[in-house]
Structure formats: C-alpha cells, structure tokens
C-alpha cells in the first residue's frame, strides 16, 4: 500500500469520507474478516461498533468484535500463543500491558503509517503509549479524561460554592454528605469514586489527581515511581480521608472507577470523578441526574500544593495493535483499520456520539464535526446492542474543558514489570483505608516494597 | 497365518493409546512447567537458565505467604463446612421417600453453574445497596452492611460461596455411600434399641468413611487451586484479605507476564497437592 497516494497521508486521513491508500485492495485480497478484541460490553463502546461498520462498508472486510471484561488478561493469553485468529488487540492497561507486550516481541511494529508529517496531526504526548523504544506499535484509539462532575442543585440546596480546588471539594463533600443524610438518605454520599486494588489504582485515582497540579507519579529519568512528593501525599491522604470521615462510601474501595461513577448517575453521590464519555450517558441512562450534572476540569492544585511539571491532564486510552502472528495478508488489512481509526471520520463518532476524546487535532478544531456523523448507522448500531440512541449533539458539549484537557495530556507508560510495583501500592492504600495500618505507615512501607522490585 | 501376542504385549497394545494422551496432557507438560520454572521467563529478559531464583524470589515474597496462609484458612473452611453441610443433607435426602428426585436436582443445581457465575451472584446478593442481604437488614432495622470491604466478612463471603458449590458434590458422594450399606445392618440396629443417634454414629459414619474421605480429598484439592470465585467476589481483596495461592499465580501470569515465576508458583502448589495425595490416598485405599 502507498499510504501517501492516492493523496498525501494528512489528506487522506483528514478527509470528511477517509480515504484509503492506494493499493488497497490487492493488499488485502484474500482477507475474510479482522477479529478485534474489545475491553468491556460493546453497549458501552457504541461510537466502536459504529466504525467497525463503516470500514466494513468501505473495504467489504467484516469486522468480527469478541469483548472481555479483563481484556489484556485475554489479549495475553492469544499473543503469549501466537494465536493467528486474533489480528487486533485493545489494551486496556496502556500503562503497563503495552510496554510488557511491546518488549515481548508480540506486537507488530507499524513505523510507515506514522512518517512525521502524520505525527504533527495528533497531540504529542498522546502518541507515547504507541511508542516503545522508537517504534511505533498501533493507533491511539481512543482517550479517556477524566472530568470532575457534581450536582448543582445539591450544592445550591447544601449552600456550598463550587470548588476551585482538591481541599476545597474535600470540604464541599463533607458539608454535602451531612446534608443527603439528612434530606435524601444515610446511602447518599458527598463522593464517589472507585478506588479498587490494582494497577488502574494507580491510573484511575492517583494520575488523575497528580498530573493537572504538575505532579508524576513516574520519573522518566530514573524510570522510578515517586511516592514521596508532596502531591503524591497529599493525593494519598486526600483518598484517605474521603474514606475514613464516611464522605466516599466504603464499598468505593472494592468498586472499579466505572461502578464508582455509575454511584454518581443513580443519584448517590454529589461528586465524582470519571471519564469524559459519562457525560452523554448521564443524559441518556440515568434519569436520576438528566439536566442536574455539571462536568468541570481536574483541579490544577491542592489548595496550594503544586508539583513542578507543567500541569497537565491525565490521560489514557484503549490503543488498538496488531498481533505479530498474524499473516501478512492481515497485517495489510489490520493497518489499513488502524490507518481508518484515526481519521477524522472515525473519530467524529468517537467524540461526539460517544463522547471519548481524540488524539487527532482536527476533531476539536474541524469546522464542522457534526455533518461527519451518520446517524443511520449508529441508530442501526444502537438497535443491535439494545441501548438508547445517544443525543444528536449539533457541536462537541464541553468542548473548551475536553479540548484543553486533550491539549495538556499527559501520557504515562512503564517499564514492562512495574504491574507488580503499582499493585502492592494500591494493596497498601487499601490497608489504610482499611485501618489497618496509619497513612504515614502504609505509604512508607509501600514505598519499601516497590524499592525490592526495582521501582 | 495367526498372529500371537501375550497378554501383557496385548493389554499394553489396549493401553497405549491412552497413555499417549497421559504422555501429552499430563508427563509433558509437568516436565515442561519444570524447566520453565528454572528459567528467566518475564518476558522482558532474554530468556536464561535461572537456576532457584524464581523459587527464592517467591520465598521471600511476604504476598507469597499472605497467599499461603489464606488459602489453608480458606481450604481447611471450606472442607469443613462443605463436609458438615454435606453430611446433615445426605442423612435427610436419603430419608426421603417422596419428592426425592425432585430435591436431589434441586440440590445439584449450584454444581452445575461456572464458578464464576456463583461468585458473581453472590456479589450481588452482598451488595450494599441493592443487594437483598441488605435490604432483609434494612428492613429489620438492622441498616447496611458492606461484605465484601471487611476483611474478616469478605473471607467469610468466598468461604460461603466456595461451599455453596461444593455441598452438592459432597452430598452425591456421601448419599453414594450412604446407599450401599445394607439396610439389613439399619434394621438389626433398630431392633436392639439403638436411636437415630446412635445409628449415625456406628453405622452410617464408619462404614461410610472411604466415601467421606474421598469427598474431603476432592474438595480440599479443589478449594486449594480456587481462583474463579474469589476472582468474581472479591478479585482477592480487600487489600488482599482473600487472596490464595490461585490468585497469587494468576497475578504473575496475566498482571506480570513472569511465567518462570508463575511455573515457581505451580511446581509449590503441585508440590502440597502431591502430599495431599499421597495422605489421603494412604487412607482411602488401605486395606482395613
């Protein structure tokens, strides 16, 4: 495939209808199908299927979805086996199960769909977690901000201002859980946010709070994780005290941040935290919030406490790569889905139907995204997955937050092994939050341990 | 022209079919988990012979005997709750004259389902909010309960679900074995005066001890090696309260990609299934 004719790679990509590269078809002749995995219930993931069936309607090559909870633990299992039914992998954990699955040789380096003048299109940091030892291994896919969503009407009721920073939504929290027990219920929280033993522990609760006030939790230098930083501490015992004081609920602790945030949608919670793309399903599937949430950027401090980085925003994604086992035949017709994901006609659906976030540009900057939509084909997708149509939004809701969230991304990836290092810290918040060790205690004998493993 | 062939040459002809799958499922692979266990295997490294480096790094790793204790507290619940239940509903099954084969497959039920599935409905049945554990406590005006975030109710949680799905298995052998004494011994019993309790002492226990044995074995065995319900219930948590040894060698294989260490990790487990089997076989099958 020439992938800088029938026009350039940048045209091509940009182009309202995407257009293939030339070369196409005699590259992929013979294909039947692509099998993908996909992490988690596709009812989720409609913008996906929406694509799936769009290149399939391009190319003629079906796209064959099989979804797993815990995908890397499966995307393991096919890649470990050289399994070549599998051709494209979702991970689920960027972080650590894309380094672990680069350095083991499984995935299929894709160097010539990533020439420097298709780099410039997509936001820089966002293209580290394709990125091992300077190759390239897949396409972004999709990106999951995180945003800070609260109740208005709650906070008007509870007389509590807005909070402009972590302490101060601490104490908004607290204010807010005495007033639910009192005026709604003993089962409605101040906040909600999943905290559950793990790698995505680490992701889902510590990144989001320590990269918009500068903080890192990994020095990319020492290839070290910092656990004695001024932010870290105060991420650390701003969880804690969430716990402890009955602000958050405890069942948080063993809840994924997804559950956690659902807490909030069904209307048992005043904050939360949660991925960008809750807010068009806090519009459609939970009528206890519709019309009555409010989504704001991460805090850039912790009532004063900064780190020294530039502030930036968490940031992470389900990448989509190719499996090294596979033929040649579908390698060709893997890239060329890879090269289709990351137009702005697959992504278009990606932000506006589902609400996720784009690594390319173009997608918060395009004069006119809505016309890109084809909502015959995503009525057709919500029909087979049983779910409501999402809202036909006329523009991106909460663009200049999702925009200046996705330019300030910061993206994070570790040395392959560090799942080990990044549990055992998670094991030890929960020992705390548990009681049974102090903060002060946990946090240092977390930091001890993770020395042993070479973190 | 007459082919011979001795009977040994013949019966091992008959066999080998067999022991080729034995050969290819059983001897191979242990072997092969045995080499790999004295491998660098992280899948990180190159791959080198490592000698017992993966064997100490999971001797001096507290997680490793975290895991080992719970999963002898979590076995020796399980066995024991599993045998007791098992026995009071083998003892009333085969009493029952009608309405048996209906009960008998309704008690079979939870045997029949993925472990997975049963730890997932009990994570629904504890859950806080919506759960209808909790929502017989509210109603008694006894408030919420979170299970599954207490350390001690979480371990009482898995052990409860683990032995939902073996009472049915340990009742079928108990019931098998309670079956084939004579009813001859039952009645001359009777006839002497002997009560329900005494019958159940010196007749149903003893004679149905080779049974009974054999349940305990098949149940400690499978409890040892339990990773799916905790999984689902608990994922081994909270702050590793009901994490066992199967969850310990999952999160090598699957979080850590160490298959040496993981192959380390098998070889131990194999290693104390193998006393098991040699203790409780030593039992079972020795001439009385």
Redesign the interface.
Known sequence: MDWDKPKPAAERILADEWIPPEGWEEAVKGVDKLVITNCGGMKGDIATLVNFKIFTKRTGIPIEYVVYY?T??QN?VYL?SKDPNIHIIQISRNA?SFT?FA??SWLQKVNEIWTPSIRKLYFPEELKGITYEGDFYGEPGVGFPSLIYYRPSWLKAAGVDVPTNYEELYKAAKKIREWCKTNIG??VYGFSFGM????VWIDDAMRILLTPIGERFHDPDTEKFRLDTPGFKAAWDWYLRMIKEDIA???N??QTHIQATG?FGMG?AAFSIGMASFGPRFDVDFPAVIGDWVAVAPFTSFDGVTGPYTRGSYYDYDGYYINAAIDDKHKAAAMLFLDFHRSIEAMANEVLVEGNESPLVDAYEHPNLPRLIHWDIVEEAARELGRSVPPKYTEIPYKDVRLATAKAAVMETYL??A??AM?TIS??W??AA?G?LSGEEALAKADEKIAIYGF | MTFKISDAKFGFLLSFPALILVFLLIIYPLFHLLHISFLRYDNYNPVIFWGLNNFRFIFVDDVFWKSLENTFVYCTAVTGLTLFTGLIMAHSLNRLIRGSTFFRTLFILPWALPLVISGLIFQWIFDPTYGPLNYVTRALGLGSYNVLVDPATAKIAVILCDCWTRIPFMTVIILAGLQSISEDLYSAAKVDGADSLSIFRYISLPLNKRAMLFGVFIVLLFSSRTVDIIYALTGGGPAKATYTMGNYLWENLFLNLDFGVTAAISVVMLGYCMVLVFIFGYFIFRRE
């Open positions: 815990e890397d633990d393991m470990a650590t672990h350095a083991a003993e089962d559950q033993s793990g790698t609920p405890k069942a602790i063993t807490l048992k392959p092994a799942a080990r549990t094991d030890y929960t020992k548990l049974e």
